[in-house]
């Protein structure tokens, strides 16, 4: 099991990862993490960011399940997922790290559209975001 004393939480913020529709009542809302990460073999920790999703396939979602994500409900078959943007050189490290700091076991995975700089962008558009 990897060692999560290895993990240290630089701040923490929140992104919409469902809209709520347009009287904005419900939705989902993920966290996003910056963290870094002690990778055996490296001189420095590595800066990373870890986000919260769901894991949805958007051209075959029925209208009803679109309706209950705007409610802020999930279906069973749309698992919650940590999606983990770093180095690619490291990233199998970090990913074992992470998945062993997650309470809940989710799958750990990539997302080319989850970048640095859509994190940046993402905690300076949010005045919430904090340090721990």
């Known amino acids: 099991m990897p060692d ?3 993990v240290t939480v630089l701040a923490q913020t929140f992104w919409e990862v469902h809209w709520g ?10 966290q996003l993490t910056q963290c870094a990460i002690a990778v055996p073999g490296e001189l420095f920790a590595v800066v ?19 309706q209950a994500l705007k409610r802020g409900a999930l279906a069973r078959r749309h698992p919650q997922v940590l999606e983990l943007c770093a180095p690619p050189e490291c990233w199998e490290d970090i990913a074992r790290v992470v998945a062993g700091a ?11 559209n989850f970048t ?17």
Do not use: M
């Open 4 to 6: 999560t004393a290895a």
């Open 21 to 30: 529709g347009i009287n904005n009542l419900g939705g989902l809302i993920g």
């Open 48 to 66: 990373c960011y870890v986000r919260e999703n769901v894991a949805l396939n958007h051209f075959s979602i029925s209208g009803g399940e679109r």
């Open 102 to 112: 997650d309470g809940l076991a989710r799958r750990v995975r990539r997302n080319r």
């Open 116 to 132: 640095v700089s859509w994190a940046e962008r993402a905690f300076r558009q949010r005045k919430r975001a904090y340090a721990p």
